[in-house]
């Protein structure tokens, strides 16, 4: 069965100092990846998306940058956090569906909660 | 920029249906409407989709209208736990790979 892994979980980091986010996945391959971030009480706004190994397209100009090393392994990161930077942040993944073959829906993982002090 | 509307909040008593809109007017033929749910602190989890029939599973009937614009996520005996924010997206199933926006969704608040 497919898995997805998200760490760490929780984070706390001073304003300035750099980040990195993991997400792997497991039991499927070439998936499409996908980081999502959410402010407390907001949506879910879409940051990267992959459909390969480094293939990365941006969705909102910021601080923040994807990398996609291996074909389940996406990573979040950023050289210098920003406040604004805080939130919940969601890896997700999805393939494309063969007639009858799966449901096409996102799974996600558990998300890792950033605060930025 | 997500391509479905949703109503920011509803309320629904404990044991009654929750109806739960979805404006999704410039949907292209070949994409889906799917619909999630996150509980707070957590990752949303997949409900159910649909691409222009009704569909219903253990957890929620989809309704989608004939001209696709619109659809309502009806879940039909409401309880405590369905509390949530419920999310609507479309997507294509094939061809070459999209990106999948979310809107604000809906905050469903199912009361006693």
């Known amino acids: 069965s497919q898995t997805i892994h998200q760490w760490p979980a929780t984070l706390v980091q001073p304003v300035g100092s750099p980040l990195s986010l993991e997400c792997t996945v497991e039991?499927?391959?070439?998936?499409?990846l996908y980081w999502y971030r959410q402010a407390a009480g907001r949506g879910l706004q879409l940051l990267f998306y992959?459909?390969?190994?480094?293939?990365i397209s941006s969705e909102v100009p910021q601080n923040l940058s994807a990398s996609r090393p291996q074909d389940r392994q996406f990573i979040l990161s950023s050289k210098k956090l920003l406040l604004s930077d805080s939130g919940f942040y969601l890896c997700?993944?999805?393939?494309?569906?063969?007639?009858?073959?799966?449901?096409?829906?996102?799974?996600f993982g558990e998300g890792s909660r950033l605060t930025v002090l | 920029d997500a391509k479905t509307t949703q109503p920011t909040s509803m309320d629904c008593a404990e044991g009654r249906a929750a109806n739960l809109p979805c404006n999704h007017s410039?949907?292209?033929?070949?994409?889906?409407v799917y619909w999630y749910r996150q509980i707070h602190s957590q990752g949303p989890q997949y409900i159910i989709h649909?691409?222009?029939n009704n569909e219903t599973n253990e957890m929620a009937s989809l309704i989608i209208t004939e001209d696709r614009k619109s659809s309502t996520l009806i879940l039909p005996h409401a309880t405590l736990r369905d509390t949530a924010v419920y999310y609507c997206?479309?997507?294509?199933?094939?061809?070459?790979?999209?990106?999948?926006?979310f809107g604000t969704g809906t905050r469903l608040q199912v009361t006693l």
């Open positions: 997700a993944w999805t393939t494309w569906v063969a007639r009858g073959a799966n449901t096409g829906e996102l799974f």
């Open positions: 039991g499927t391959s070439n998936p499409n």
């Open positions: 992959s459909v390969g190994i480094g293939q």
């Open positions: 410039t949907i292209s033929g070949n994409e889906y």
């Open positions: 649909g691409l222009k």
């Open positions: 997206i479309v997507r294509p199933l094939t061809g070459t790979a999209s990106k999948l926006t």
